[in-house]
């Protein structure tokens, strides 16, 4: 069964570095998404992508966040300078088409930002 | 602004103790409530696509219901392999550019004792 696949699984870094999550969305899926998850807290939206742009961000989804599909598919996720507040649990998904079709999530990064 | 929230918050039952979670929504432009199971450390995993007031689901031990504001996920005699946190998600749609996104609940957390 096609599933959408994350690495790193763990990423440990410094505040202020750059960091670069990837994601290889389910391959025949066409809008892509990232949500975190802070310990403890709920599963937040941050950005969807189609067709090569963002269609919706959150207020979360400042200039330090990028988002990109470098080739047919790659979708990633750049965090410029991380903060101490960027640790968490960040999901990549994807759905296939159509409005109301369910979003397959990946298995996640935890990020730490020390 | 966009609600979902789920009740309770923790869930322990004995094995075979039939029980229901609840997911209630405030949520304008809501196309779809989705059922996740999320087991600790992973991402989450679909369970269940709900999209209009009286529509039902069953999958294995557990059947959601749906109506104009809330959900319902009951377990049937649980198992210990059914321990983990479940979660709502209101699929909401803002129109122009969105494609829609999924706005979670806070998950309830089952443990079923044997």
């Known amino acids: 069964e096609p599933e959408v696949t994350q690495t790193p699984s763990h990423q440990v870094t410094q505040m202020g570095q750059e960091v670069i999550l990837r994601c290889v969305p389910i391959?025949?899926?066409?809008?892509f998404y990232w949500y975190r998850q802070i310990l403890g807290q709920k599963v937040e939206f941050l950005v969807s992508?189609?067709?090569?742009?963002?269609?919706?961000k959150s207020e979360i989804f400042d200039d330090q966040f990028s988002v990109e599909r470098p080739d047919g598919s790659n979708f990633t996720l750049k965090i410029r300078s991380t903060k101490l507040e960027d640790s968490a649990m960040y999901f990549c998904?994807?759905?296939?088409?159509?409005?109301?079709?369910?979003?397959?999530f990946g298995p996640g990064t935890r990020l730490l930002v020390l | 602004e966009d609600q979902v929230t789920q009740s309770p918050e923790a869930l322990r039952l004995q094995e075979g103790e039939s029980s229901s979670l609840n997911c209630s929504y405030t949520?304008?432009?809501?196309?779809?409530l989705f059922w996740y199971r999320q087991d600790p450390g992973k991402g989450p995993e679909f369970l269940f696509t709900?999209?209009?007031a009286g529509e039902e689901k069953e999958k294995e031990r557990l059947k959601a219901t749906l109506t104009k504001k809330e959900s319902f996920l009951h377990i049937t005699a649980p198992k210990p392999e059914d321990s983990a946190t479940y979660l709502c998600?209101?699929?909401?749609?803002?129109?122009?550019?969105?494609?829609?996104?999924?706005?979670f609940g806070q998950g309830t957390i089952l443990t079923v004792h044997p």
């Open positions: 949520v304008s432009g809501l196309r779809g």
């Open positions: 709900l999209y209009s």
């Open positions: 992508f189609y067709n090569n742009e963002i269609s919706e």
């Open positions: 391959s025949n899926h066409l809008y």
């Open positions: 998600a209101g699929w909401v749609y803002a129109g122009g550019t969105s494609y829609g996104k999924l706005t």
């Open positions: 998904a994807s759905r296939r088409t159509g409005y109301q079709e369910t979003q397959y």
